[in-house]
């Protein structure tokens, strides 16, 4: 049974690669014609390979239904939770997970630090999208022209001297975390706050949310803070290894969207 499973399972990827008949598909799982053509009634009973008028199949819509059903469901939030306390007990400091929604940038989950000195941001809460380090993250993420449009739209507050000052800028420093794929916010938006975060990527490599560390001045440094970078890009790494099913692809990897 195991066996007549993982040539049937097989037969997906062949058909994703275009429509074959059912010589090819024999061929290539190395069986006898009867029993490819036992194989692909069965996931074309299903709905998962579709037959042509040509006598050639590819794949069926409902295969592309599940797909779609199967992303719908998927919570980043609970499948990050974990990893984000993990890296809470690890380093000490706040952890933040966040999304982009009608363009906002929403705080999703948190994770307190063990300092006595706590942030201040609570689940919900829309973050400040020039100069928050998940913000740049989210937005670097958009097409071109999308960004563009954003950037030109946004008001750019001076929080503190080394906040954003215009679009321009902004849109040079999006550019910058998009090549290098992590932002920080080293007192963008508070003087004694800082922050360093990473994208966390869906199967086709997009950015669907963003998580970070932040820690006050008093607790650590900016330099200090930093060196968790790599620490923070893996923890990023493993929750989007694990949402999307497989190692997801980086920007240039993916051609950008125009």
Not at 57 to 67: D, K, Q, V
Not at 153 to 170: E, G, H, I, M, Q
Request: hydrophobic letters at 40%; charged letters at 25%; glycine letters at 6%.
């Amino acid at each position: 049974m195991s066996q007549t499973v993982d040539r049937a399972l097989s037969i997906l990827p062949l058909l994703a690669e275009g429509p074959a008949d059912l010589g090819q598909v024999a061929e290539r799982l190395g069986v006898h014609k009867s029993t490819a053509l036992r194989l692909l009634r069965t996931l074309h009973e299903h709905g998962l390979v579709y037959r042509q008028s040509d006598q050639r199949y590819r794949l069926g819509a409902r295969l592309f239904a599940l797909a779609q059903e199967a992303v719908e469901n998927l919570d980043v939030r609970e499948i990050a939770h974990p990893h984000l306390l993990a890296l809470n007990e690890k380093c000490g400091h706040t952890v933040h997970l966040a999304v982009y929604e009608e363009n906002e940038v929403l705080y999703i989950d948190k994770v307190e630090s063990r300092y006595p000195v706590r942030m201040y941001s609570r689940i919900g809460k829309p973050v400040a999208l020039t100069v928050a380090a998940v913000a740049k993250l989210l937005l670097a993420d958009l097409p071109e022209t999308e960004r563009r449009a954003l950037a030109d739209k946004l008001d750019y507050p001076l929080y503190t001297a080394r906040s954003t000052p215009n679009a321009a800028a902004f849109l040079k420093e999006l550019a910058t975390v998009r090549e290098q794929g992590w932002a920080t916010d080293l007192g963008g938006h508070e003087e004694s706050i800082n922050c360093v975060g990473a994208p966390i990527r869906g199967a086709d490599g997009r950015v669907v949310a963003a998580m970070s560390v932040s820690a006050p001045n008093v607790v650590v440094t900016a330099e200090e803070l930093l060196t968790l970078l790599p620490l923070v890009r893996r923890t990023a790494d493993a929750i989007s290894r694990e949402y999307s099913g497989s190692a997801p692809a980086t920007p240039s990897e993916r051609k950008e969207r125009p």
